[in-house]
């Protein structure tokens, strides 16, 4: 059995690497649906576009289920306090999800001009409400979220709804809708031709330098913005009990990582080399390496989130020594234990499986192909 401590840095990797997969996987089909009104400017060519998402949309939702059951089982208290506190902000975001499946079936129903348009514009809010959310719930994290705990170690949330839209988090949110239909640009670019492919590296060419520039300007602002430090001793294979230990609230110690751990500046640096990596493959008309380089560009924004914060998972800012952090808020060592052997042995079969489905369903798809199939959207 691998030690308590080890396991707990582990969970911290393997959720990680869960929401990078979501990000990855789920954000191209996300941006595809956000773009459907802006690079798609007939009927035709939103068809085209839809299809190009149609065989994989609801497979890469598995990544998003798969971290939201990860959380749960491995750090309850962050899934407590997360979704009692975000609570309208993640009904927004799953009631903009649900768009998503009545729109890919309902929207081609009936061939009036209208009824597709008022659909379209629902895809459209299905990929801009959760990219937005999920960036400004991120912002929130490194900002502090207003809970507190009793000495039964029950939460209680005391911020609301519009508190969390504050200027950083707006930015950050911004950001992930940047990077995520970005994402869905460089997809439209390797899968389709003509005139969608053309407006797709227009369209990602902007977004990527736009990416790049909130980025930057999210980075320097957090060098400014109070982090979150523990000051006690932490005793790394205890109970989970988050008032256990003490936090000091200082200005800037969100880098403090950075300077103790260099090879962390590595996430940054990838960010924003694979942004700009990704706005020069577009221009050259390269689909296939500025879809990869936008990939690493989300992997680096998400690590770099990562690293800024360790060991803190969700920082409690009306109550810093509650704060939640990879020592104090995780599952006990055998539920870990037993999570990981599951992970071993079922992560490696998804990945399997979904590399095939892309292999399978490679190639791009054109306007002669929307007619030739009773599975065409």
Known sequence: MIDYEMLRVVWWCLVGVLLIGFAVTDGFDLGVGALLTLIGKNDKERRVMI????????????????????????????????FSGFYLALALTLIALWMRPIGFDYRSKLPNPQWRKAWDWALFAGGVIPSLIFGVAF???????????????RSTYTGSFFGLLTPFALVAGLLSVAILLNHGATWLQMKTDGFIAVRARAVSIVLS???????????????????????SAVDTIATSNPLKKEVAVEAGAWLNNYRDYPLTIIAPVLGTVAGLACAFFSKRGNGGMAFVSSALFI?????????????????????????????????????????????????????????????VMRGRIKNDDLDQSHTIY
Not at 63 to 71: D, L, P, R, S, V
Not at 140 to 147: A, K, Q, T, Y
Not at 219 to 229: M, N
Request: proline fraction near 5%.
């Open 51 to 82: 299809n190009t998402i149609g065989p994989h949309w609801d497979g890469n939702q598995v990544w998003f289920i798969t971290a939201g059951g990860a959380i749960f089982a491995a750090w309850p208290m962050i899934y407590a306090t997360a």
């Open 139 to 153: 912002g929130n994290l490194l900002l502090g979220v207003p809970f507190e705990m009793d000495n039964t170690l």
């Open 209 to 231: 330098l736009v990416g790049v520039v909130l980025f930057v300007l999210a980075g320097i602002w957090v060098a400014f913005l109070d982090g979150f430090v523990i000051t």
């Open 299 to 359: 992997a680096g924004v998400i690590l770099t989130a990562g690293m800024s914060m360790f060991p803190f998972l969700m920082p409690s800012i009306t109550m810093p020594n509650a704060s939640l952090t990879v020592w104090d808020a995780t599952s006990s060592h055998l539920t870990l234990n037993v999570m990981f052997i599951v992970a071993c042995i079922f992560v490696p079969i998804v990945l399997s499986y979904t590399a095939y489905s892309f292999y």
